[in-house]
């Protein structure tokens, strides 16, 4: 089974951010979440739940957390106590605090394990009912004990100046309550780690949020950001989300999935041109001769427009050269003058040929 998730948080109306988000791959089939959300002023609550989430953070990539049940409470006693050694160096900050939620999912077995201490919610999404998880270390619990017991009304309860005071939290001392548990994942479960400003929303409103977009994780935590921007709360407090999700089947694939899946529906690269087929020898030859022949005609030409232009005649083929003297003249006396030459011979009157 893989596990896919994705975080990110809202300052609301506050001033400064003071929740603090971490992950971190333990092995090829374990992760590790972690959410804290601070208290006890800007600069404290900024720095007692960054302390806490490095601590956890640092503790898992030192030991490794092979068994996670048995880690996050060691886990969590080394965050307490790094929060106690900035304490003893930054007196000033005394009376700081955060929450703190630590899950770790085996994909392997299909489980995941949790810590928490304070009032930071863990749900599970599972056929799409949500369900919260961990225990509520606010004082808010025992308002609605004492509600059902008919100690006060839930008029009362509701007004009640404590009602969001924590009942636990870490502060580098005693650590009044802790909560810890274990569970599975079938395909598609999701699990939502939160700090409180997320209960500006009825556990209803989230559910409806988290049916209602059908989409990626990312567009599922922007969409409880947006529902409770939407409320328009003057006093909206900080606001992280870490959603987690057991991939179904048809979930996207791992990276190098999807990668020879590239590779196997990749356009083909476009065929090259074929080559002109070369002419055959008996073309080139013809085509030689026709040149060479019409250079001769050209020749040619050219010769009888110079001696045309040069006021000669050609001289006639061999064959039509006039008969010579001797054919023409008849036999004469020794002393009749001699004949013309063949140039002449159209001048000899008609009457000395005859003779």
């Not at 948080?9 to 090829?28: C, F, K, M, T, W």
């Not at 304070?118 to 606010?138: E, V």
């Not at 939290?169 to 802790?178: D, L, N, R, S, Y």
Request: proline share 8%.
């Amino acid at each position: 089974m893989q596990i896919n998730f994705y975080q990110a948080q809202d300052i609301g109306s506050r001033d400064e951010q003071q929740d603090a988000l971490g992950n971190l791959v333990l092995a090829p089939q374990r992760k590790l979440y972690v959410l804290a959300d601070g208290m006890g002023g800007q600069t404290g609550g900024q720095t007692a739940s960054t302390t806490v989430v490095n601590a956890f953070l640092s503790y898992f990539q030192q030991q490794g957390g092979a068994d996670a049940a048995a880690s996050l409470p060691q886990a969590l006693d080394a965050a307490n106590a790094a929060l106690a050694e900035v304490l003893a160096q930054q007196p000033a900050l005394n009376g700081m605090g955060t929450t703190v939620i630590a899950v770790v999912v085996d994909e392997a077995h299909n489980r995941y394990h949790y810590i928490s201490v304070g009032d930071s919610p863990l749900y599970a999404l599972q056929q799409g009912r949500l369900k919260r998880i961990n225990a509520n270390h606010a004082f808010a619990e025992d308002l609605k004990k004492m509600v059902a017991s008919g100690e006060m009304t839930a008029a009362e309860a509701e007004r009640h100046p404590a009602r969001h005071a924590v009942t636990s939290a870490v502060t580098g001392g005693h650590i009044a309550h802790t909560d810890s548990g274990s569970g599975s994942l079938a395909p598609g479960d999701k699990l939502l780690l939160a700090s409180d400003g997320v209960q500006t929303l009825s556990d209803s409103e989230i559910e409806d949020t988290l049916n209602a977009v059908s989409g990626s994780l990312e567009q599922q935590v922007a969409g409880l950001l947006a529902v409770v921007a939407a409320k328009q709360n003057p006093h909206q407090d900080n606001v992280s989300l870490v959603l987690v999700q057991a991939a179904t089947p048809t979930a996207a694939p791992s990276t190098a999935t999807e990668q020879r899946r590239q590779t196997v529906v990749a356009e083909p690269a476009p065929a090259p041109e074929p080559a002109p087929a070369p002419q055959a020898a008996g073309g080139t030859l013809r085509y030689i001769l026709r040149v060479a022949a019409l250079v001769v005609l050209l020749c040619c030409i050219a010769l009888a427009a110079w001696w045309l232009l040069s006021g000669k005649t050609p001289p006639p083929p061999p064959e039509q050269l006039p008969p010579a003297a001797s054919e023409i003249l008849q036999e004469s006396e020794p002393d009749a003058p001699a004949a013309p030459t063949p140039a002449d011979a159209s001048d000899i009157p008609a009457s000395a040929a005859s003779q």
